[in-house]
């Protein structure tokens, strides 16, 4: 399938809720309706950024992100309190799945924050989620702590992977 990818904008919104609160539930994930919503509406103003993808007119898929301290207590020393960015969001239209273009937009989320000077990304999953952990390798995340998250993870072992992609020196 011949896809292409765009940065979203607000007339996108809705759109990207529709994908994600249809094609996004599992028992993986973690997707409160107000926050969910709170971040995509976040277009608007420029304080979320997404990176879509589209195909024959279909949106198929999205990954979003915002630029953080959050995650101070994984920084490397020398950049506790520099800013990074959490990617908060994948999803991909079921009928798309498999076909590389959640790994293909995380690559290009990666480059994109690369080249706006952020060093450090964060991006996390439940633990046992499998097919968020290969495409989180694939984009060459590495885990860098395994928790407990009962809160936001209701099922299996009810903890959560962080993972980190750090621009090498």
């Known amino acids: 399938m011949q896809w292409q990818h765009r940065a979203a904008n607000a007339a996108d919104i809705e759109a990207l809720l529709a994908l994600i609160f249809e094609h996004g539930p599992n028992p993986w994930n973690h997707l409160p309706p ?6 995509l509406r976040g277009i ?36 506790a309190d520099a800013e990074h960015a959490y990617i908060c969001e994948a999803v991909t239209h079921r009928d798309a799945a498999g076909q590389g273009i959640g790994s293909a937009l995380l690559r290009q989320v990666v480059a994109d924050i690369e080249a706006a000077g952020i060093v450090d990304i964060y991006i996390d999953r439940h633990e046992q989620n499998a097919a968020s952990a290969g495409m989180m390798r694939k984009a060459g995340f590495v885990e860098v702590a395994t928790f407990a998250d009962p809160q936001r993870r209701p099922n299996g072992s009810r903890r959560t992977t962080l993972c980190r992609w750090q621009t090498p020196y």
């Open 44 to 79: 608007a103003d420029g304080s979320s950024q997404v990176l879509l993808a589209e195909g024959q007119g279909t949106l198929l898929g999205f990954v979003s992100h915002v630029r953080t301290r959050r995650f101070r207590s994984h920084q490397p020393d020398t950049r």
């Open 34 to 39: 107000a926050e969910v919503t709170a971040h």
